[in-house]
């Protein structure tokens, strides 16, 4: 891997044109519509239909840009770690859009801790140029530190608050999740194929880390927003585990000042805390 080609690189452009279809395959893809009494309606029926706040992260998606060979990464051992997701204004369930990936940053841990890598995603209509959201992410490159870079500092995150939660929200993932997430276009082999999970350590193949960060992300919206993304401005946290397909997910959530509040979420199967740290901003009078 070199650094330097990686820091340099012009932006990553992807364009695509979404139908509403798209939309609602992704709201299943995160497990929306299992309750047939819930109040998912609006992101799995075109009818009113509503697009998740997550939304953005499969939107003029690159793919698994990392598994290219120009890029010299060591693809099956690279960790989504840390994801946060900014809305500049109203999702659009349809339309085109064009997103710009950028590699901002690189820190060395070293040859036996690897590599942090850092890159952010605009989201830009492609009709009228106007920002629509803007993505960042981490990731740990396991087979590519000792590089000889900076190794960064290790900002510790603000602890939880030591009190119980203001809500815990209980959501089942299917076993077919991941294959269903999948077809959003993340087609990382480390979500499907056992041999490919096997190798990166994996009893079998685990959930897509964006699936954790929706389904915690719809456990939030329920509470705090009438499960409706308008009110949402952002959402971030840090993954801490993997999520086998089939597994529930409980989502401990603790209000703050107004507009503002911290969770976390568990498996309930094995009591692993899967994200942590994790934040939200939205709009306290439109709840």
Same mark, same amino acid.
């Given at each position: 891997?070199?650094?330097?080609?990686?820091?340099?690189?012009?932006?990553?452009?992807?364009?695509?044109?979404?139908?509403?279809?798209?939309?609602?395959?992704?709201?299943?893809?995160?497990?929306?519509?299992?309750?047939?009494?819930?109040?998912?309606?609006?992101?799995?029926?075109?009818?009113?239909? =509503?697009?998740?706040?997550?939304?953005? #992260?499969?939107?003029?998606?690159?793919?698994?840009?990392?598994?290219?060979?120009?890029?010299?990464?060591?693809?099956?051992?690279?960790?989504?770690?840390?994801?946060?997701?900014?809305?500049?204004?109203?999702?659009?369930?349809?339309?085109?859009?064009?997103?710009?990936?950028?590699?901002?940053?690189?820190?060395?841990?070293?040859?036996?801790?690897?590599?942090?890598?850092? !890159?952010?995603?605009?989201?830009?209509?492609?009709?009228?140029?106007? @920002?629509? #959201?803007?993505?960042?992410?981490? =990731?740990?490159?396991?087979?590519?530190?000792?590089?000889?870079? !900076? @190794?960064?500092?290790?900002?510790?995150?603000?602890?939880?608050?030591?009190?119980?939660?203001?809500?815990?929200?209980?959501?089942?993932?299917?076993?077919?999740?991941?294959?269903?997430?999948?077809?959003?276009?993340?087609?990382?082999?480390?979500?499907?194929?056992?041999?490919?999970?096997?190798?990166?350590?994996?009893?079998?193949?685990?959930?897509?880390?964006?699936?954790?960060?929706?389904?915690?992300?719809?456990?939030?919206?329920?509470?705090?927003?009438?499960?409706?993304?308008?009110?949402?401005?952002?959402?971030?946290?840090?993954?801490?585990?993997?999520?086998?397909?089939?597994?529930?997910?409980?989502?401990?959530?603790?209000?703050?000042?107004?507009?503002?509040?911290?969770?976390?979420?568990?498996?309930?199967?094995?009591?692993?805390?899967?994200?942590?740290?994790?934040?939200?901003?939205?709009?306290?009078?439109?709840?």
């Amino acid at each position: 891997m070199d650094p330097r080609f990686l820091l340099d690189m012009p932006p990553l452009t992807t364009r695509q044109e979404f139908s509403r279809k798209d939309t609602i395959l992704y709201a299943l893809g995160v497990g929306a519509g299992q309750d047939p009494a819930g109040d998912d309606l609006r992101f799995v029926y075109e009818d009113g239909l =509503s697009a998740l706040p997550t939304y953005p #992260a499969v939107l003029a998606y690159p793919g698994f840009w990392m598994r290219e060979p120009q890029y010299g990464i060591d693809w099956k051992r690279v960790l989504h770690v840390e994801q946060s997701v900014e809305l500049h204004r109203p999702l659009p369930v349809e339309g085109r859009v064009r997103s710009e990936l950028r590699v901002d940053e690189i820190l060395d841990k070293g040859a036996d801790k690897g590599a942090i890598l850092f !890159s952010s995603r605009r989201i830009y209509g492609e009709d009228d140029g106007e @920002p629509i #959201a803007t993505l960042r992410q981490a =990731s740990i490159l396991r087979g590519n530190g000792g590089f000889g870079g !900076s @190794p960064g500092s290790s900002a510790r995150p603000a602890p939880l608050p030591q009190r119980p939660p203001d809500h815990v929200v209980s959501l089942a993932t299917r076993a077919e999740q991941a294959l269903i997430y999948r077809l959003n276009g993340d087609d990382n082999p480390l979500h499907v194929d056992p041999g490919v999970a096997a190798e990166a350590g994996f009893p079998r193949p685990i959930l897509h880390g964006l699936c954790t960060f929706a389904v915690a992300c719809r456990a939030v919206l329920s509470v705090l927003c009438g499960n409706r993304t308008e009110p949402l401005r952002k959402v971030g946290g840090r993954f801490s585990a993997v999520v086998f397909p089939g597994e529930t997910i409980i989502t401990e959530i603790w209000r703050q000042e107004p507009g503002g509040a911290v969770f976390r979420a568990r498996v309930a199967e094995r009591d692993a805390v899967v994200l942590d740290n994790c934040h939200v901003a939205y709009a306290e009078d439109t709840n």
